[in-house]
């Protein structure tokens, strides 16, 4: 069974300043799909960024880039200008592929909650 | 606008009720799920359906149901079985074969207290 583990419960970071959220996982899956959500106050799941396991290249979607080290199992978030908005929980999950292209279920962390300091 | 939307937004129940909550799409995707979030637990499956007329339990699924009968729809009824059913409560989906995409799409969850 695959098992994602996020090891700070709680981070905080001055605005504009750089924050890296850990997390890895366990899992024997060679084709997998990770990923970075985010839940603001709102409650609502909202995606911040995917990576494919087959593509060696980290992933980066604005601010947010990932460091997918796939032997070591870990798969980090680096926010950059952190901005007051970005607090919330950011939750990391893991997803397999399945053979024909089609997706498993969605296993996440516990979390890591994020407070943006003024 | 394309969504999932969950209802209702807020729910009370009294010990011994059953209650529903409901999960409607309209972005025509085949898959669809349902976790639970706990302070402290992140989120976990409670059932998941891929195909009308078809579903599966996921870690947590005793006391809880679910039906699809149709693939817009996934209700899912908190049974008086569940022990301890407070908690919030997301609804997601996916297109299942997306090509690669992966990414599952939340709705805004509900949030039942049992008094």
């Known amino acids: 069974a695959q098992t994602v583990t996020q090891s700070q419960p709680e981070m905080s970071v001055q605005e504009a300043e750089t924050v890296t959220l850990s997390c890895t996982y366990d899992?024997?899956?060679?084709?997998?799909?990770l990923f970075w959500y985010k839940q603001p106050p709102s409650r609502q799941m909202i995606l911040v960024i995917r990576?494919?396991?087959?593509?060696?290249q980290n992933a980066t979607e604005n601010r947010f880039s990932v460091n997918f080290q796939k032997a070591a199992k870990s798969f980090s978030l680096k926010i950059s200008d952190s901005q007051l908005g970005d607090t919330a929980m950011y939750f990391c999950?893991?997803?397999?592929?399945?053979?024909?292209?089609?997706?498993?279920?969605?296993?996440f962390g516990k979390g890591t909650k994020l407070s943006v300091k003024p | 606008d394309g969504g999932i939307t969950q209802s209702p937004k807020y729910l009370f129940r009294k010990e011994g009720q059953n209650v529903t909550l409901s999960c409607e799409q309209n972005?025509?995707?085949?898959?669809m799920y349902w976790y639970r979030q706990d302070p402290g637990q992140g989120l976990r499956l409670i059932y998941y359906?891929?195909?009308?007329?078809?579903?599966q339990k996921g870690d947590i699924a005793e006391g809880y149901s679910v039906s699809r009968e149709k693939k817009e729809s996934f209700p899912l009824t908190v049974t008086s079985a569940q022990k301890n059913p407070t908690a919030f409560y997301l609804c997601?989906?996916?297109?299942?074969?997306?090509?690669?995409?992966?990414?599952?799409?939340f709705g805004e969850g509900s949030r039942l207290t049992v008094l």
């Open positions: 359906s891929q195909i009308v007329n078809d579903f």
């Open positions: 999950a893991f997803m397999k592929r399945n053979y024909g292209g089609s997706q498993g279920n969605l296993i």
């Open positions: 990576q494919e396991a087959y593509k060696q």
């Open positions: 899992t024997s899956e060679n084709n997998y799909y």
């Open positions: 972005l025509n995707h085949d898959a």
């Open positions: 997601a989906s996916t297109p299942l074969h997306s090509g690669g995409a992966g990414e599952l799409f």
